[in-house]
C-alpha cells in the first residue's frame, strides 16, 4: 500500500467486469472483479492520469453507498 495520498480529480470513468490475477501462496489464480477505468487531474502536475481502480466484488455494495452519501451531503452542502 502506498504510504502517501494522492489528491486528484476524476473527470469520467468507465466501469465494468475484468479476470484479476492474484498471488495466493499456492501460486497465482484469476478471480473476477469489479474495474473501474478513469482520468484523473493531478493538480500539482496540471497532468491527467489513467487509473484503474480494482474492487473485490463483496465490497462494491458498501463503497457504492459510502459514495452516495458523500455526494449527498456534499451536494446539499454546496451551493450550486
Not at 484469476?30 to 481502480?53: F, W
Request: negative net charge; proline residues 5%.
Amino acid at each position: 500500500m502506498a504510504n502517501e495520498i494522492e489528491e486528484l480529480f476524476v473527470r469520467e470513468g468507465e466501469v465494468g467486469l475484468a479476470n484479476v490475477d492474484v498471488s495466493t501462496d499456492e501460486g497465482t489464480t484469476s478471480t473476477p472483479a469489479v474495474v473501474q477505468r478513469t482520468t484523473a487531474h493531478d493538480p500539482e502536475t496540471g497532468q491527467d492520469r489513467e487509473l484503474l481502480l480494482v474492487y473485490d466484488p463483496a465490497d462494491v455494495a458498501a463503497v457504492s453507498d459510502a459514495l452516495r452519501k458523500m455526494s449527498e451531503r456534499a451536494s446539499a452542502a454546496q451551493p450550486w
